[in-house]
């Protein structure tokens, strides 16, 4: 594997172990339908929670979080509508970003609860 793709397996790994101890119950991980992929779907009692995992060895040019882009967010959000008609949920939907900073432990965590909203879509007729 290579090594960039070991880092992001890692700091998956980290991220899930990190919302299980905050309670989160992961319901998907790397969920996969056609070209849609969501890589962390859990769940509190009251939300269903999409958690976009970004790693990096450092941020030394910039956060991880702003590899979310705004192409990013939208696949996301598709996602999620397609992961919810397919298994019925009615929950209300928190999106979230969890960056995880490192090469080896400790690793720095961050958690963006609210990361972004669904944008709104326009159409044109």
């Known amino acids: 594997m290579a090594q960039h793709n070991l880092l992001g397996k890692t700091g998956e790994d980290i991220a899930l172990e990190y919302l299980q101890g905050q309670g989160y119950k992961i319901l998907h991980r790397n969920w996969r339908r056609g070209s849609y992929e969501i890589d962390i779907v859990a769940c509190t009692e009251e939300e269903l929670v999409i958690i976009e995992v970004k790693t990096r060895s450092n941020n030394s040019w910039s956060d991880p979080e702003d590899a ?58």
């Open 68 to 125: 979310v882009t705004t192409r990013k967010i939208n696949h996301i959000v598709s996602a999620t509508d397609l992961y919810i008609k397919l298994f019925d949920i009615d929950l209300p939907v928190r999106f979230g970003i969890i960056s995880v900073i490192g090469q080896t432990p400790p690793f720095e965590i961050d958690h963006i609860e609210d990361a972004f909203y669904p944008p709104l879509n326009t159409y044109r007729r």
